[in-house]
């Protein structure tokens, strides 16, 4: 049995402004992304030059925090925010969704691909590499924070969070930041390495995304307010990833059959 190092959420306190791991891992993650994406628009098969890569990341910025914001209130809180409509602005009292952030991504991927005339499928499959890298930062934060836990294990690496009471429990954290940031990403930035069918890149990171954190969510304590939504198991994360990975499949086999043209330089 393991018990949580407790690390001390605020990672700096000046004055009356307390500076968060939390924020900070997203600054990391954008940052990262940035590099990243930059380090593969040099590829002669790579969708966006460097200098547009500059400009993508305020758009993806943009999508994630608003995105994560509106789709956390919106999935998980659905109740407060119909009693306090102001609640969506007080981020610093946290609830941030990825799913709702992949929803502000795309949006902001659909804008930034009519402004500057990239095809939106090359675009995603430009994006997607790096994404991996801000669900690791972000779980990560998560785990500092002692904050979405998973059920009680008998597992020799069984942890005991503060607010979970005594018993020991899955760091789904932890799972989920090995899937879906590390594994996720080899895989990804691997597959990408080489020119895919268009559409091919996207397709991967929407069905192994789904996989992971279906597969996580069998052993992750559910959000207490909302429980099992059905069948003794079914978590609202799940529900939400099931379109992905159905999403998924569906540009995989479009990529690799009547879609299945090589992508190729830039637009």
């Known amino acids: 049995m393991l018990a949580h190092p407790r690390i001390d959420p605020v990672a700096l306190q000046l004055g009356p402004l307390a500076i968060h791991w939390y924020g900070l ?8 992304c940035w590099w990243l994406g930059r380090r593969r628009a040099t590829a002669p098969h790579s969708a966006l030059t460097p200098a547009q890569v500059d400009d993508l ?17 919106l999935f998980y809180g659905w109740t407060q925010w119909l009693s306090d409509p102001l ?34 499928l090359r675009l995603a499959d ?95 304590e559910p959000d207490a307010h909302l429980g099992y939504l059905a069948f003794g198991w079914l978590t609202m994360g799940q529900l939400l990833s099931l379109p992905m990975l159905l999403a998924g499949a569906a540009l995989l086999l479009w990529a690799y059959g009547a879609g299945g043209r090589v992508a190729g330089g830039r637009a």
């Open 25 to 32: 891992l997203y600054l990391v993650a954008f940052a990262a």
């Open 57 to 73: 990341i305020f758009y993806i910025a943009i999508g994630v925090v608003a995105g994560g914001r509106l789709g956390y209130m």
């Open 87 to 120: 609640t969506v602005l007080r981020v610093w009292e946290g609830g941030m969704s990825f799913h709702g952030g992949l929803l502000g991504v795309i949006l902001a991927m659909v804008l930034y691909s009519r402004r500057q005339q990239v095809d939106l």
């Open 126 to 220: 430009a994006v997607a590499p790096v994404v991996p890298v801000g669900l690791l930062c972000g779980r990560l934060g998560n785990f500092i924070n002692g904050e979405l836990w998973g059920r009680p294990t008998e597992l020799p690496w069984g942890m005991v969070f503060p607010a979970a009471g005594p018993l020991p429990r899955h760091p789904t954290q932890l799972y989920e930041a090995l899937l879906e940031g590390v594994v996720l990403f080899a895989i990804l930035w691997i597959y990408s390495a080489r020119p895919r069918p268009r559409g091919a890149v996207a397709g991967a990171f929407l069905l192994l995304y789904g996989l992971f954190r279906v597969a996580v969510e069998l052993v992750r």
